[in-house]
């Protein structure tokens, strides 16, 4: 599925918890030249069933996020459940957790916000 800003990737496989007011995401960031790598295997395990319901990347070719995303930042258990998926499908390097509460109160990093991350593994 595509917007104009948003490719998204969903679940065909397996069940997961609806989506609370507590979720989150995982955020993997991308150049374009690992983008299309990175994002083919993340698909593919959203729709697999291994990480949650929905994963979404910026629609435009340059650097780039992926976004992630858990029911409830405070399932600590699922969270880290899929981070460990993330590892599997050869995401290793530290990646940030950023609950959805923080991205409706507008709190991002690239306007000077600091400790944004409820986790960072």
């Not at 990646?95 to 960072?120: L, Q, V, W």
Request: aromatic letters at 10%; glycine letters at 10%.
């Amino acid at each position: 599925m595509v917007n104009d800003s948003w490719i998204y990737a969903r679940r065909k496989t397996g069940t997961y918890p609806e989506h609370t007011s507590r979720g989150g995401k995982w955020l993997v960031f991308a150049s374009g030249r690992s983008m299309p790598a990175i994002w083919k295997r993340v698909k593919a395990a959203v729709e697999n069933g291994q990480l949650g319901e929905l994963a979404k990347r910026n629609a435009s070719s340059g650097h780039g996020v992926i976004c992630v995303y858990t029911y409830d930042w405070k399932d600590h258990d699922d969270v880290m459940r899929i981070r460990s998926e993330l590892r599997t499908i050869g995401i290793a390097k530290k990646i940030p957790y950023k609950t959805d509460e923080n991205t409706e109160r507008g709190i991002y990093r690239a306007g000077g916000s600091k400790r944004i991350s409820a986790y960072c593994e």
